[in-house]
């Protein structure tokens, strides 16, 4: 069992290591750094776009996979609904 690190009487349940008491007072709470990052961590860009389109196996396995590298599950060069145009596709 942790004690707050403030008071050092209380347990420790609250962010920052702090009891309930001492954080819910914001002259203690602003005392005391977050030991952990707070949010969701932002995934990396994926690294390679897909011709698969939408809404199909294969794409969902690219997703799945993209998940897996804790990528960005888009990349802006995806394949969009209906596919490509036919010039696009030439380049
Ligand atoms: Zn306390």
Known sequence: MELCCHCGHRRATRPRQLCWRCYGTRRVRMLYALTKP?????????????????????????????????????????????????????G
């Open 38 to 90: 707070r949010g969701r961590r932002r995934a990396r860009p994926a690294t390679h776009p897909t011709d698969a389109l939408p809404g199909s196996l294969e794409k969902i396995l690219v997703l799945m996979r993209r998940a897996e590298l804790r990528q960005d599950l888009w990349h802006p060069d995806d394949a969009p609904f209906g596919g490509r145009p036919p010039l696009e596709q030439a």
